[in-house]
């Protein structure tokens, strides 16, 4: 096993010194300051890092270059007085390093304007001849900057003092790969290299920078703008890649570089930077630039899910490794925010069972090296062939596996796992990648949490309103997903449920109430219980929603509420479906074609009293798919509703029913969040063994019990059923006594057999129970029914059916 230890450390001040050297070799470079500055975020594990320069009176140092996350997270200004109180006027003025931690950085101004607390910031002299100006860099690693990263950060400082990059350009001296963008007026200067990478020769451009973004594909133009047009551009480099025009061939791929410098008096602002082609980017600061790009990316990712998304995209395809995984650390479990590949089949069979799941968790002691590498905070790397691994992680990377534990101030924030499967050689140079990537990780996942922990609350109370688990289902699977929206901190009224009915039937039902608020997360549950315990009874779905719409407009509310409601019985491979004002269901069949179902619809619940919901029937084949989500995935401020729902039914077609979950999740991606979002997915595949069944009517007549054993005789006789026969036909007897002599109305005799249970079922008109006596008299003429029932049958009970009951007895048959 190969550490990052104590000898890796000291070597850090001497890989800094070789990357400096290297940098400074050509101090005309455009890009010269700003790849120094990346340095920081490398060799000293800072989040944040810039130079200042004085002004064109002398009076005010402004921020002229940064790398790293927003100075806004940290309350930083683009500027500061040289006469003011501040970290970076007192190390200009004096020539002295500050050295600043949480407690000094409380009594700063800044710290009103920032909500973090625990960082530390370093403010170091860049003084060169002439050139004067001061290094600012923030770290939020445990103890603030280190003896060598202290080291560090001075060598940085006095890199980046040499003579600033850009003067060349605003004298005219450009170099064939640089340009400067005139901000007020759109001229540009260009070299001859760009020129011939735009096609174009020194006699045909015009200066205008229209003129070179005519040659773009137009796709790319926006991202473009985004850079040239003043209003967008901030202090600072932005890197971007877009694409050319060719007079034959695709098109090319052009990496644009640049920056803004501040204008002054009778000098406006300019872009400058470089163009060049995006495959031959230097490789000597590839780890430098991933790095960059990572910082900029956890920039913006306002979530957990953006965070892990955004670490796999940096470092996934750099390294060429074969899967990583990315989990939270909560209490002592783990919980996975992302998996990629995402296919169950990648991973070991432990993340396969126990952490693809509703919500995929494990605890950290089932893997004891992981929970070693979290309390130690530090990287830990094995080789291929590594024998001190349990397999949950050895299988992660056979050739290779990189743990990085990912530290958010005083804390653990969680883990990466990066693996290979054939042997990886892991460099000094990608092993300072991987820390410092792990150090902006869990930062990123901090401030995450800091953003949307609310949301995670409000998640949280919308969950324990829905079922925790799905249950188990007779010939389908189903799964569900819940997204809570983003904008706003109110719960919402999304919910779903899947509810188990006799005879192999099973309810799905999705539904929204109005608005986001407290009182609509109690409708939900309401609507919810209400619609399950209407089902239970053995309505048919028309009747549920009819009674679920009058218990509605009974309570004293002003909401309502959208609902779908699908009845599958997965006997027979048919559905049918009631719409409340709810988005119909979409439909892949199991040749890869979707449909939305032309369902008839009513209003929603609680608007009209007297209203129909009429039943629409659907034809189900072994691998069809049922979708059934809320608006809050197919409409968006942008998108129309009809064109969402065409949207979802492509992105059925191109996924693979097999894989449920992962469909699932596929789905949601790209989600809008600007309202809740709830789905629920049901692959129907049939039942391998079908029950046969045969029904009777009980007339009331005086023989009417020997009529039902007569006719149950026949059935056992024609299924075969020959050795448990008494048994049967003493509780038919029983049953259909009972029925008849306690209650009025209709009788009904089922009889089923699946595999070697046979059932039996009589319903009734009363709501009421049976009641098995707890003691009989030996003279006692009646009540030994049940007794008799119960001591026949493997199980018996009884459930409620519309307007009444229906008792039911399952017998076990030997031999099948």
């Known amino acids: 096993m190969v550490r990052e230890g104590a000898t890796e450390r000291r070597t850090r001040v001497l890989r800094a010194e070789a990357a400096l050297k290297a940098l400074t070799a050509d101090p005309d470079s455009p890009e010269r300051r700003h790849r120094v500055l990346e340095q920081a975020l490398v060799f000293t594990g800072a989040t944040f890092v810039a130079v200042y320069t004085p002004g064109e009176e002398g009076d005010r140092l402004r921020l002229i270059e940064s790398a790293g996350v927003p100075r806004g997270l940290y309350g930083l200004r ?36 920032t909500p973090f607390r625990d960082y530390f910031l370093a403010a170091l002299p860049a003084h060169h001849g002439d050139e004067r100006g001061c290094l600012l860099a923030v770290g939020e690693a445990p103890g603030g900057f280190d ?76 991202s473009l703008m985004s850079v040239v047009e003043a209003g967008h551009m901030s202090i600072g480099e932005r890197e971007l890649e ?29 872009l400058v930077g470089t163009v060049a082609e995006a495959s031959t980017t230097r490789s000597d600061v590839s780890d430098v630039a991933r790095v960059q790009r990572l910082a900029a990316a956890l920039a913006t990712a306002g979530t957990v899910r953006d965070v892990s998304h955004a670490v796999v995209a940096a470092l996934r395809r750099p390294l060429r ?105 892991f460099g000094p140079d990608e092993r300072a990648l991987l820390t410092a990537s792990a150090g902006l990780a869990g930062q990123a996942l ?76 109690t409708l939900m549950g309401q609507m919810r219980t209400a619609l399950r315990a209407y089902a239970t009874e053995g309505h048919p779905p028309d009747v549920v929603v009819s009674h679920a719409n009058r218990l509605l407009l009974e309570m004293e509310t002003d909401l309502f509420a959208t609902c779908c409601y699908v009845d599958v019985d997965t006997e027979e491979g048919s559905a049918w479906c009631v719409r409340a004002g709810h988005l119909p269901p979409v439909l892949r069949h199991p040749d890869g074609t979707t449909e939305i179902a032309e369902a008839e619809g009513g209003p929603p619940l609680g608007v009209v009293a007297q209203a129909d919901f009429p039943m629409t029937l659907l034809g189900l084949q072994p691998g069809t798919l049922i979708a059934l989500t809320t608006d809050g995935l197919v409409e968006s401020p942008d998108t129309d509703i009809d064109d969402g729902l065409d949207r979802l039914a492509r992105d059925l077609a191109g996924s693979d029913p097999a894989h449920l979950g992962l469909v699932a999740d596929t789905l949601l991606v790209g989600a809008q969040r600007n309202d809740d979002v709830a789905l629920l997915l049901m692959r129907y595949d049939g039942l391998a063994v079908r029950p046969r069944r045969e029904s009777w009517t009980v ?52 009889l089923t057999l699946v595999g070697s249970r046979f059932r039996v079922a009589v319903a009734d008109a009363s709501p009421r129970s049976p009641v098995k006596p707890t003691s009989i008299g030996w003279e006692a003429t009646g009540g030994r029914g049940l007794l008799l029932v119960e001591a026949m049958s493997a199980t018996w009970g009884t459930v409620p059916v519309s307007g009444g009951k229906q008792v039911w007895s399952e017998i076990g048959l030997s031999g099948r």
């Open 242 to 270: 877009f694409r050319v025009l060719r007079p034959s061939g695709p098109p090319r791929w052009l990496r644009l570089r640049g920056r803004l410098l501040p204008g002054g008096k009778g000098r406006p602002a300019q």
């Open 446 to 521: 901090m401030r995450a949490h800091a953003f949307d922990a609310e949301h995670e609350l409000v998640g949280m109370l919308q969950r324990q309103l829905l079922p925790r688990r799905l249950p188990q289902l007779p010939g389908a699977t189903a799964v569900a997903r819940y997204l809570p929206a983003t904008a706003g901190l109110e719960v919402g009224g999304d919910w779903y449920d899947v509810i188990p009915l006799p005879d192999n039937h099973v309810a799905l039902v999705i539904g929204d109430v109005q608005g986001h608020s407290a009182a609509a997360a």
């Open 699 to 750: 007339w009331r007549v005086p023989e009417a019990v020997r009529h039902a054993r007569r006719f149950t005789r026949r059935t056992l006789r024609g299924w075969g059923v020959t050795e448990e026969a008494d048994a049967i036909l003493l509780v038919v007897s029983e049953l259909v006594t009972n029925a008849l002599v306690h209650t009025d109305g209709r009788v009904r005799l089922d």
């Open 78 to 113: 683009d500027g500061y007085t040289v006469d003011g109180h501040s970290p970076v006027a007192d190390a200009y003025r004096t020539g002295r390093p500050v050295w600043l931690g949480p407690a000094e950085l409380a009594e700063e101004p800044e710290a009103r304007r």
């Open 321 to 425: 490794a074969d899967r990583i995984a990315l989990a939270e650390l909560e209490g002592e479990r783990l919980v996975v925010t992302v998996l990629d590949p995402p296919e169950p089949e990648a991973w070991p069979e432990l993340w396969r069972l126990e952490w693809r799941t509703e919500w995929p968790d494990a605890p950290v002691r089932a893997m004891p090296t992981l929970a070693a590498a979290l309390r130690e905070g530090r990287a830990q790397i094995w080789p291929a062939g590594a024998t001190a691994l349990e397999p949950a992680l050895a299988e992660v990377g056979p050739g290779g596996l990189a743990v990085l534990p990912l530290p958010a101030g005083t804390r653990m924030a969680g883990a990466c796992l990066i693996g290979w499967d054939t042997p990886h050689d």
């Open 147 to 222: 003896p060598d990263a202290r080291k560090c950060l001075e060598l940085i400082a006095d890199a980046v003092a040499c003579p600033a990059p850009g003067r060349a350009a605003a004298r005219g001296e450009l170099a064939t790969d640089a340009f400067a963008l005139a901000m007020d007026t759109g001229r540009v200067e260009v070299g001859d290299d760009i020129l011939d990478l735009f096609g174009l020769g020194p006699e045909d451009f015009d200066g205008r920078v229209e003129t070179l973004l005519g040659h773009t594909v137009p796709e790319d133009l926006p």
